[in-house]
């Protein structure tokens, strides 16, 4: 899994791989007795922040953000417990949003504390090499290109190699005779980063390529299965500066699906879905706050996670579901969590020996035991309409069933500055 473990190192830098951090903790015990000697004031926790609707709305920062980020950080501006920022977002670089948290929270952040939707695709090396189709919004070639992809096509070059494809739209009907401006090698996958802008272009030419195996130059057919299909953020709705929720890439993929089975009679199938509540997003965050705490030299291990977010259907569902597999072992013994990644990243099923210990440390043997979600009322939520989230009332993606644990926050706060308040006190928690 060599590829793999490759990717994981990507995301950060840890600084302390397991050995120093056995030193690390060997070497932190008092002179006089030989015990640990940690500070009282070290934390034992984490924390995950959603972004829209927890910190801002569209572009307008929540009053409480600001003030409670104040008492994350120390006098020098660092953070006094681990933070990620994980978001359902996929239109810009990790980079540029941990710029735009910067300047929205007052605090210094790194794109190692961020985590967009499309994170996880680094470990996709098997698609790495590929010609792969994406669709969203942004500079998306250059995200795809940042992510490991070599060989990426855009909607927008498919439309201008194939222009009688797109025909909704009158006004952009090519006129008669044209040339196409590039010749496109066979697409042999397809990814979905975000909601586009011109839905029914992007419709249209995703159920093309789906149909014709990836040549365009050919007739649709009903070919099983089709070509994979890769999907990140799930999200039904998002909160924005409307008084109502939006449209988010969840609407997207309703309707790519139920426009593919409409045509084909067949279900459509997805190698791998991305982003919250997606398991493997939060196996990403619980490593980059266990790498947070190695490279402040924080002896004792991170053994809690809180993560905040304004949406049952993802922020609340996923923190639940994964704290679920945490309790019941099957993230720390982890066999079947690495034989679902490995089958869909293609890294091999078996560990190099060697590199056995590296790879618990990281990602198999995560140090958390609980992962606890709180939810605000100042996004999607909506505290009137609570009791409307029933198994016919689902706002979660198709392939995740409802549940009505997994929907019920283990805190439900007014705003982030209540919940960074009420954890602290949860956790007995006074930063120095």
């Avoid at 593919?260 to 067949?266: A, E, S, V």
Wanted: glycine share 6%; hydrophobic share 40%.
């Amino acid at each position: 899994m060599r590829g793999l473990l490759s990717a994981l190192r990507g995301l950060t830098a840890p600084g302390h791989r397991p050995a120093a951090r056995k030193a690390l903790i060997a070497g932190s015990r008092c002179g006089f007795c030989g015990t640990p000697a940690y500070s009282k004031t070290q934390p034992r926790f984490g924390l995950l922040f959603d972004i829209d609707g927890v910190l801002v709305r569209g572009k307008k920062p929540i009053p409480a953000a600001r003030k409670s980020f104040r008492k994350l950080v120390d006098s020098q501006g660092r953070f006094v417990v681990p933070v990620v920022f994980v978001t359902n977002a996929g239109n810009c670089l990790r980079q540029t949003k941990a710029d735009q948290l910067t300047d929205i929270l007052g605090v210094p952040i790194t794109q190692d504390q961020v985590i967009m939707s499309h994170s996880p695709l680094r470990m996709f090396k098997k698609f790495h090499e590929k010609c792969v189709l994406v669709s969203g919004q942004g500079p998306v070639l250059e995200i795809a290109e940042t992510l490991g992809f070599k060989n990426v096509v855009s909607i927008d070059m498919l439309r201008e190699t194939f222009p009688l494809m797109d025909m909704v739209d009158h006004n952009r009907r090519p006129k008669l005779p044209f040339s196409p401006v590039r010749n496109l090698p066979t697409i042999e996958a397809v990814i979905l980063f975000g909601e586009p802008i011109r839905w029914e272009t992007n419709l249209q030419l995703i159920i093309d390529v789906l149909l014709t195996n990836g040549d365009l130059n050919s007739p649709h057919s009903s070919q099983t299965p089709h070509l994979p299909l890769l999907a990140c953020n799930m999200d039904l709705m998002w909160m924005a500066e409307a008084q109502s929720p939006r449209f988010g890439h969840g609407t997207f993929l309703v309707c790519l699906e139920n426009i593919y089975q409409k045509i084909t009679g067949q279900e459509l199938k997805y190698e791998a879905l991305m982003g919250k509540p997606s398991e493997l997003t939060y196996h990403y965050a619980e490593y980059l706050i266990r790498s947070q705490a190695l490279q402040r030299q924080w002896g004792l291990p991170i053994t809690s996670l809180y993560a905040i977010g304004d949406n049952l259907m993802t922020d609340v569902y996923g923190a639940n579901l994964y704290s679920r597999q945490l309790e019941e072992g099957v993230a720390r013994k982890n066999s079947k969590a690495v034989a679902k990644m490995a089958a869909a990243t293609g890294a091999p099923a078996a560990l190099p020996q060697e590199e056995e210990g590296v790879w618990e440390s990281e990602l198999a043997l995560p140090s958390v035991t609980s992962c606890k979600s709180v939810l605000v009322c100042t996004g999607v939520y909506d505290p009137k309409s609570r009791r409307r989230v029933t198994e016919t009332v689902f706002h979660g993606h198709r392939d995740f069933r409802f549940e009505a644990a997994l929907v019920d926050p283990h805190h439900l706060v007014q705003d982030v500055g209540e919940a960074v308040d009420l954890i602290f006190e949860q956790e007995k928690f006074v930063p120095q």
